[in-house]
């Protein structure tokens, strides 16, 4: 991925707001790219922390919108936290993860799910009751088998055996603004 652009404009659609006031240059992106519909996670670290995430798997939105629309919500929206300050912004690591493939699985348990994902790579996404749930391959690290990811995403999510899909993604992260020794 080439990272440069698409995480400058996922850290300006955050400062967007800190700053009130529009800084984004629609124009500094007319790459073709941006006009594609790509599913896409935007998350933000702190201390190596988990801070916020939003995304969507598959997306109805362009790149560009989907970058700009989910920075915001995974920094100021995200449920599971209060909105990101200015000083977190500064010290906060921002990564952006594009969906390179996605595939719709044919199983009828989880241990055959388990069989058809490769270990740290492959995320699922799953569709039930109208919600979509989705766990990326980083969450691998907390487990040692793919079955042990299977169960850890039952138990945070909806798993529909008649909806699943294993994703796999292209990760970038930046630097934080201001490091402290």
């Keep these: 991925m080439s990272s440069s652009?698409?995480?400058?404009?996922?850290?300006?659609?955050?400062?967007?707001?800190?700053?009130?006031?529009?800084?984004?240059?629609?124009?500094?992106?007319?790459?073709?790219?941006?006009?594609?519909?790509?599913?896409?996670?935007?998350?933000?670290?702190?201390?190596?922390?988990?801070?916020g995430s939003s995304g969507e798997?598959?997306?109805d939105k362009s790149l560009f919108d989907g970058i700009v629309f989910h920075a915001k919500k995974a920094a100021f929206q995200d449920p599971m936290f209060s909105p990101l300050t200015t000083r977190e912004f500064l010290?906060?690591?921002?990564?952006?993860?594009?969906?390179?493939?996605?595939?719709?699985?044919?199983?009828s348990s989880k241990s055959e799910l388990a069989?058809?994902?490769?270990?740290?790579?492959?995320?699922?996404?799953s569709v039930a009751d109208g919600e979509s749930y989705a766990m990326m391959p980083n969450q691998y690290n907390e487990v040692k088998t793919t079955l042990e990811f299977v169960e850890l995403f039952e138990?945070?999510?909806?798993?529909?055996?008649?909806?699943?899909?294993?994703?796999t993604i292209d990760s970038a992260k930046d630097k934080a603004i201001i490091v402290e020794p």
Excluded: C
């Design 5 to 51: 652009p698409l995480l400058k404009l996922t850290r300006d659609s955050m400062k967007e707001v800190l700053s009130a006031e529009l800084i984004i240059n629609k124009d500094e992106y007319k790459d073709e790219i941006f006009n594609e519909n790509i599913g896409l996670v935007v998350s933000i670290w702190l201390d190596n922390e988990l801070r």
């Design 57 to 59: 798997i598959i997306s």
């Design 91 to 107: 010290h906060a690591q921002v990564e952006l993860s594009l969906v390179t493939s996605i595939k719709k699985l044919n199983i």
């Design 115 to 125: 069989t058809q994902l490769n270990f740290a790579q492959d995320g699922i996404f």
């Design 155 to 167: 138990k945070h999510n909806k798993l529909n055996l008649d909806q699943v899909y294993s994703f």
